[in-house]
């Protein structure tokens, strides 16, 4: 029922999460890293259901479907797929342990340890505008059509690195960082609609949010310029934003980060993910 590009998929996945059409228990195929971070995409027979740790999830009318792992998350899950006709097949797996870079500052002035309670509240806001966001779940299907890197230059930043300042523990880096002049393009990782343009948040500056489709979006900070609406179809490769030094950035650079409903992504995990 599968095309023979499941022979490069396997290559990307566990080989336990697949069955082939030969065996008579219902078929689906899985591409992702089962690490914590990772994003899965996966396809079932159309019409199927399927259940995450007795929690259901969305399927498209051909049966793709999405979930991911935080960045410590160590839970073991339980997916059933149930196609039309009542057969079933349940896999149990637990995400890849990580190791993730750690740097420890110490002697920081105590003054810059706490900082104005203006800035705290504006930050606030800003969250919650970035939430509303990121709540709008619609029925795009992009996700499961592969991504590619926004930018086409050297990573400075990695997702999962953390900062422990005076030993107090700094919130983790979710996002990947690519080096660029102010102005330097950015362009869609995947197809999608434009959910949010802030063009000075506290922190991230200027922010831009892409929708891709059930709970899956990419979130781009601090740029100097957006280059489309919110509300404006775009895809995949297409320009929609310029390298800035905005919000609380050290100098020019791209963050671009994903997210799965609430939970974190790491960008080049998805990279990797095959189109099924």
Do not use: C
Not at 27 to 46: N, P, R, T
Not at 161 to 180: E, I, L, M, W
Not at 218 to 227: G, K, N, V
């Amino acid at each position: 029922m599968f095309s023979a590009q499941r022979t490069s998929i396997l290559k990307l996945i566990t080989l336990p999460l697949f069955f082939t059409a030969m065996q008579a228990q219902a078929d689906f195929i899985l591409s992702g890293e089962i690490k914590q971070g990772g994003l899965m995409v996966g396809k079932a027979v159309a019409g199927s259901s399927a259940l995450l740790n007795d929690k259901p999830l969305k399927l498209t009318a051909k049966g793709d479907f999405v979930f991911g792992f935080s960045r410590d998350d160590e839970m073991t899950y339980k997916l059933i797929v149930t196609e039309p006709n009542g057969e079933s097949t349940t896999r149990v797996f637990t995400p890849l342990k990580r190791e993730y870079k750690i740097d420890r500052v110490e002697g920081i002035a105590s003054k810059i340890m706490k900082p104005n309670p203006k800035n705290v509240e504006r930050a606030r806001e800003d969250t919650k505008l970035v939430k509303k966001s990121r709540a709008l779940v619609s029925e795009l299907s992009d996700f499961a059509k592969g991504f590619q890197a926004p930018r086409n230059s050297k990573i400075t930043g990695v997702y999962g690195s953390q900062r422990f300042y005076n030993g107090k523990a700094n919130t983790p880096h979710f996002g990947v960082d690519y080096r660029g002049k102010v102005g330097a393009p950015v362009k869609a990782p995947a197809g999608g609609i434009v959910t949010m343009w802030v063009p000075d948040m506290f922190y991230s500056g200027g922010t831009l949010i892409i929708d891709h489709g059930f709970g899956v979006n990419s979130t781009f900070l601090h740029l100097s310029q957006a280059h489309v609406k919110v509300g404006q179809r775009i895809e995949k490769g297409q320009l929609i934003a310029a390298v800035g030094k905005s919000g609380r950035a050290n100098g020019p650079h791209l963050d671009w980060r994903i997210n799965w409903f609430n939970v974190r992504i790491d960008p080049l995990l998805v990279l990797k993910l095959q189109p099924l």
